[in-house]
């Protein structure tokens, strides 16, 4: 081993330790990888910063839906303007997900974070002061920007900052307040619009952002990626690719699948992310190198997320719209009766996160998308014009714990999947998988629910609901079977980095793998 590898540099309590000099590949100027530069805060200020800063990000994807009926007779527009009130901020968040994080991990996590909140925060301001329909889109795009640069980031700097054996407890935690945001957007933004004023939904994120910025600036080390230059071929094929794919799930329904816009929207994006993938094979400094998906617990947690939030967020945009529409629920009173499912993160996935330091991620992430497949199933069979809340009851709680059980240790095996300097880009990585399943999943149900029915009548809409629920549940338990790819942990080697949580000499933190093991190079894990 080189001299250069085998030194390495212990920070305090809670930091990852590091190589202790820039290696010859890192860009001069640039500290080592994952180096924090000095102890800042604890774990419990990094907890704090990034679960707010993710939760900001995470809401502002559904709490537009249910404000658009207020926001059209204040602003105006058409169908097809207040659909990409939604969109803009979905197209601009998926796509610059991955380059964010290599943002970060090229110039400073921390720096970046600042810079990707401060740019959100603006344009939430801009967005609630917007005089007319084109503005607020426009604000809405630059949200979505400020969200792609901090949003990876967060899981970066959480990890940095928590002690591997204290990590799935901080995971299930971050893991509750970004679930419960996603889940409970239409809630709150129904319940700001009807009580309020629709110019709160953004006006919530200002005071927000203004309280995290000095926190953040003063609590959170700064730590930095492998140092390498930015992957510019990468980013724009990336880029390219994601938006083409997005532009086109997002603009199908609307516009009919077959449609010259749609068809070569899809078709391009689909050619760039191959190119992508191509690139991404041969490229030296790749920014996603390919090499990462020959693990099995990286492609199968990939694998699951995107098809997770494929089930999930259709499910909920077509359940909020039948609590509304056929059972005649307000929105408040409809986000209410929809807190089992939505306010279960908060009670349950704390506990996951425990779980998954004790039996490893691997079966609590299963047991959660099975439960989640089945509490969706339970209300395809139940769903009916007339149902009472008492019938719909044991679906929610399903639903509920099963997302639950799958946050906090999803997040803990994409983390631990890769060494220590690829985590930023992993984290992006599957954060862009899993916007672009969640606009895939309203998509396809929508199209599900357009075919078999309607908004004409009640049961007309039952009949669209039904199919679409049941592909919700299919899509659902086979996250869960993508789950299973992973490696299983032997027990003996499960627990060893609770008690441990050793340094490996080439990679800084030994690599908490599903299978238990230290990693000491880059493929190891894929040839388990």
């Known amino acids: 081993m080189s001299q250069r590898t085998a030194r390495t540099h212990h920070n305090?309590?809670?930091e990852p330790a590091g190589p202790s000099a820039p290696g010859a590949d890192q860009a001069p100027g640039t500290r080592p990888a994952d180096a924090p530069a000095g102890r800042r805060g604890g774990a419990g200020w990094a907890l704090v910063i990034t679960s707010v800063a993710g939760?900001?990000?995470?809401?502002?994807?559904?709490v537009v839906t249910t404000a658009l009926p207020s926001i059209r007779e204040d602003l105006g527009g058409a169908l097809d303007d207040l659909e990409w009130t939604v969109s803009a901020y979905t197209l601009t968040f998926a796509v610059l997900l991955m380059f964010g994080a290599a943002l970060g991990d090229r110039f400073g996590r921390r720096r970046l974070f600042l810079v990707?909140?401060?740019?959100?925060?603006?344009?939430?301001?801009?967005a609630a002061m917007a005089p007319g329909i084109g503005s607020l889109i426009a604000a809405r795009a630059v949200q979505g920007v400020g969200a792609a640069i901090m949003m990876p980031l967060t899981l970066t700097l959480l990890t940095a900052a928590v002690p591997v054996a204290r990590r799935g407890m901080a995971y299930g935690i971050w893991g509750?307040?970004?679930g419960l945001a996603v889940a409970s957007g239409p809630l709150i933004g129904g319940s700001l619009t009807e009580h309020v004023s629709w110019h709160w939904i953004f006006w919530l994120n200002v005071p927000l952002g203004l309280a995290v910025l000095p926190l953040a600036r003063l609590r959170l080390a700064e730590s930095f990626g492998n140092g390498n230059p930015l992957d510019v071929p990468g980013t724009l094929l990336a880029s390219g690719g994601l938006f083409g794919i997005v532009y086109g799930l997002?603009?199908?329904p609307a516009e009919g699948w077959t449609t010259p816009v749609v068809l070569t929207s899809l078709f391009a994006g689909g050619a760039l992310l191959a190119g992508f993938v191509l690139h991404g094979s041969r490229a030296r400094n790749a920014m996603l190198p390919m090499r990462l998906f020959r693990s099995r617990a990286f492609a199968g947690i990939n694998a699951a997320s995107l098809l997770m939030f494929l089930g999930m967020f259709g499910s909920i945009f077509l359940l909020s719209q039948y609590m509304q529409g056929v059972l005649g629920y307000s929105p408040t009173e409809a986000g209410l009766r929809m807190l089992p499912w939505t306010g279960m993160p908060m009670l349950v996935a704390p506990i996951a996160g425990y779980l998954s330091d004790r039996i490893g991620g691997r079966p609590v992430v299963a047991t959660g998308l099975f439960l989640q497949a089945a509490g969706l199933a339970y209300y395809a069979v139940v769903v009916a014009a007339d149902a009472s809340y008492g019938t719909q009851l044991p679906a929610l709680i399903i639903s509920g714990v099963g997302m639950s059980l799958y946050f906090a240790p999803a997040s803990n095996l994409v983390m631990s999947s890769v060494r220590p300097q690829e985590q930023g880009i992993a984290s992006g990585a599957n954060n862009a998988l899993r916007e672009v399943g969640g606009a895939l999943g309203i998509a396809v149900m929508s199209s599900i629910f357009s075919a078999q029915g309607g908004y004409a009548t009640a049961q007309s809409f039952i009949d669209g609901l039904r199919p679409a629920l049941v592909v919700g549940a299919a899509t659902v338990a086979l996250a869960g079977l993508a789950t299973l790819a992973i490696p299983r942990a032997p027990r003996a080697e499960r627990v060893a980095p609770a008690v441990a949580g050793g340094t490996d000499a080439a990679t800084g933190p030994v690599g908490e793998t599903e299978t238990g093991r230290r990693e000491t190079g880059p493929l190891e894990a894929a040839s388990r």
């Open 12 to 14: 305090g309590p809670g």
């Open 176 to 178: 509750a307040v970004n």
């Open 116 to 126: 990707g909140l401060s740019v959100f925060t603006g344009a939430s301001a801009a």
């Open 250 to 252: 997002v603009r199908g």
């Open 55 to 62: 939760f900001m990000a995470a809401l502002d994807n559904l």
